[in-house]
């Protein structure tokens, strides 16, 4: 299984396969499907607002949102087949192709993005990774990896850092830097929680540091490996009203 336990030997001696562990870190998150109830809290030094969201994915190459509170927001949504993402308004009752020049868009107006919401890009795919050595969080003893794009792959990032709980391929930190070298959003995990055989953060947080603003994403449920109920990912979910997973 991908999920094998990383040789504890091998951590002990400072030897941290980085590709083999970020690998695990997109297992943990995705699994072969999942479905989940999230909340979302967009701070803003001015307002603060909650949405509640559910969630689909499969293979790594669907994935479905849609939002069921708060009221004047219910319906909204996003599709994901490989490449191509969608959003419906139910307002104006449209399905909308958005182009892959708008995935670092904000999603919903939170520090989050539609790439980081229905994941388009792969830490596995589209980066190389390097072990830069041990460091500590909170009292844990994490492995910080540097993963640098691909010359062809379809990111924006210069770079992204991880801090990784090597054992149970957790992310305690991840910072994203533009071409320049700069750190412009941190995430941060917390408060791991085991959901089957997945052990994952079920709080994170995303700081866009320049505009000291954060948006909380916490899963609330979260069920992964089990086949879905019905056919997801298509324009037709999109559209239908839902309110339950």
């Given at each position: 299984s991908g999920l094998a336990f990383i040789n504890q030997a091998a951590v002990a001696q400072g030897k941290i396969e980085a590709g083999k562990l970020v690998k695990r870190v997109e297992e943990q998150q995705l699994g072969n499907t999942f479905r989940g109830k999230l909340k979302m809290t967009i701070t803003r030094p001015d307002s603060k607002r909650e949405l509640e969201i559910l969630s689909w994915t499969e293979n790594r190459s669907k994935s479905v949102i849609k939002i069921v509170n708060p009221v004047k927001d219910r319906g909204t949504g996003n599709l994901r087949k490989q490449f191509d993402l969608w959003q419906y308004l139910p307002k104006v009752e449209r399905t909308?192709?958005?182009?892959?020049?708008?995935?670092?868009?904000?999603?919903?107006?939170?520090?989050?993005?539609?790439?980081?919401?229905?994941?388009?890009?792969?830490?596995?795919?589209?980066?190389?990774?390097?072990?830069?050595?041990?460091?500590?969080?909170?009292?844990?003893?994490?492995?910080?990896?540097?993963?640098?794009?691909?010359?062809?792959?379809?990111?924006?990032?210069?770079?992204?850092?991880?801090?990784?709980?090597?054992?149970?391929?957790?992310?305690?930190?991840?910072?994203?830097?533009?071409?320049?070298?700069?750190?412009?959003?941190?995430?941060?995990?917390?408060?791991?929680?085991?959901?089957?055989?997945?052990?994952?953060?079920?709080?994170?947080?995303?700081?866009?540091?320049?505009?000291?603003?954060?948006?909380?994403?916490?899963?609330?449920?979260?069920?992964?490996?089990?086949?879905?109920?019905?056919?997801v990912f298509n324009e037709a979910f999109l559209k239908s009203p839902i309110t339950s997973l």
């Amino acid at each position: 299984s991908g999920l094998a336990f990383i040789n504890q030997a091998a951590v002990a001696q400072g030897k941290i396969e980085a590709g083999k562990l970020v690998k695990r870190v997109e297992e943990q998150q995705l699994g072969n499907t999942f479905r989940g109830k999230l909340k979302m809290t967009i701070t803003r030094p001015d307002s603060k607002r909650e949405l509640e969201i559910l969630s689909w994915t499969e293979n790594r190459s669907k994935s479905v949102i849609k939002i069921v509170n708060p009221v004047k927001d219910r319906g909204t949504g996003n599709l994901r087949k490989q490449f191509d993402l969608w959003q419906y308004l139910p307002k104006v009752e449209r399905t909308i192709k958005i182009p892959p020049s708008l995935m670092l868009q904000s999603w919903m107006g939170s520090d989050f993005t539609n790439d980081d919401l229905v994941k388009t890009s792969s830490f596995v795919r589209d980066y190389t990774h390097e072990f830069a050595g041990f460091e500590t969080i909170d009292g844990t003893k994490v492995a910080r990896i540097i993963c640098k794009p691909k010359p062809d792959a379809p990111v924006v990032w210069g770079k992204l850092e991880m801090w990784i709980e090597p054992n149970d391929a957790v992310i305690l930190r991840e910072d994203f830097f533009s071409e320049q070298g700069e750190v412009i959003k941190r995430l941060t995990g917390s408060n791991i929680k085991k959901f089957g055989s997945h052990t994952i953060p079920a709080r994170l947080e995303m700081t866009t540091l320049k505009k000291n603003t954060s948006t909380v994403l916490e899963y609330v449920e979260a069920t992964f490996d089990e086949p879905h109920k019905k056919d997801v990912f298509n324009e037709a979910f999109l559209k239908s009203p839902i309110t339950s997973l």
